[in-house]
């Protein structure tokens, strides 16, 4: 097992590409903290699933983009599951505009969830990583930090703008012992984009970008994410790792 009782958070942790990482880890022997904002059921169904293969976990509530709550979250973790050795910032959000129709308000909360979450998660975990001189950072990024898409300007912002946030935090903690990469996946299918791939031309447009010819399902994300979270990739760190079927080089 390559996490045996190391304590790990996943924010957006109830569904789809973190409710499996969130297993994985489990399997490979972690205890998981799983975040979540509004879908209590499916939070406390990941939590039963980790309790069934062995590991503890925890249900917790909070809005990545509020810092009170974000802070209540993570004191909450420390207290009932231990010191958190890995945090996976995952909970995302998205909706497609056209760039003459982004409302403000959109724009406030791409940009609050995808890109201020992040911050205000990481900075409230590596707070207290600091003092143990140890731990590691996943960011879920997106093959749309690198390429602008049709009506996702403020995602493709907010990813982009987690590339440079993963770069900028593993320069300054690195001198305490913590590693911080980017995990970005390619097309992957998921409540985010459900409506999406039921549109046969969307679907065939997007796959003709992907070399590898398929949309992912998450657990094709799991392997990466036990590889970053794990001793075995002890020396990397401020990377961007893209498992997306080889659309970053087309
Ligand atoms: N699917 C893809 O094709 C794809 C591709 C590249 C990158 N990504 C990235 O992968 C990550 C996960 O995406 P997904 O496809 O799994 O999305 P998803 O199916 O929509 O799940 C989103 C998760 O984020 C949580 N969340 C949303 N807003 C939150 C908030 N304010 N505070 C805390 N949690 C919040 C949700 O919690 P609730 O369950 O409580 O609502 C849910 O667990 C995102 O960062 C996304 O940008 C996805």
Not at 136 to 156: D, K, L, V
Not at 237 to 247: A, E, F, S
């Amino acid at each position: 097992m390559k996490l045996k009782k190391q304590v790990a958070l996943v924010t957006g942790g109830s569904r789809s590409i973190g409710r499996a990482i969130a297993l994985g880890f489990a399997r490979e022997g972690a205890n998981v903290a799983v975040n979540y904002v509004s879908h209590t059921e499916e939070a406390h169904s990941t939590v039963r699933e980790i309790e069934s293969l062995g590991g503890q976990a925890l249900a917790v509530r909070a809005d990545i983009s509020k810092r009170e709550e974000v802070e209540a979250m993570v004191i909450e973790v420390w207290d009932k599951l231990g010191p958190i050795d890995i945090l996976v910032n995952n909970a995302g959000v998205q909706k497609r505009v056209f760039f003459l129709d982004l409302e403000e308000a959109d724009w406030d909360w791409m940009l609050g969830v995808n890109l201020k979450g992040y911050y205000l998660v990481g900075q409230a975990v590596t707070t207290r990583m600091k003092a143990r001189s140890s731990g590691t950072i996943i960011n879920i990024s997106s093959e749309a930090a690198g390429f602008p898409s049709q009506r996702m300007t403020a995602y493709c912002i907010s990813k982009a703008g987690v590339a440079m946030l993963t770069k900028c935090m593993a320069l300054e903690l690195a001198q305490y012992g913590i590693r911080v990469n980017a995990l970005a996946p390619g097309l992957t299918r998921t409540d985010i984009n459900r409506k999406d791939l039921e549109d046969e031309d969307f679907l065939k447009m997007r796959l003709a970008r992907i070399p590898l010819g398929r949309v992912m399902n998450p657990e094709n994300l799991v392997g990466a994410a036990i590889f970053l979270a794990s001793s075995d990739s002890e020396m990397a760190t401020g990377i961007t790792l893209h498992v997306d079927g080889g659309r970053s080089i087309t």
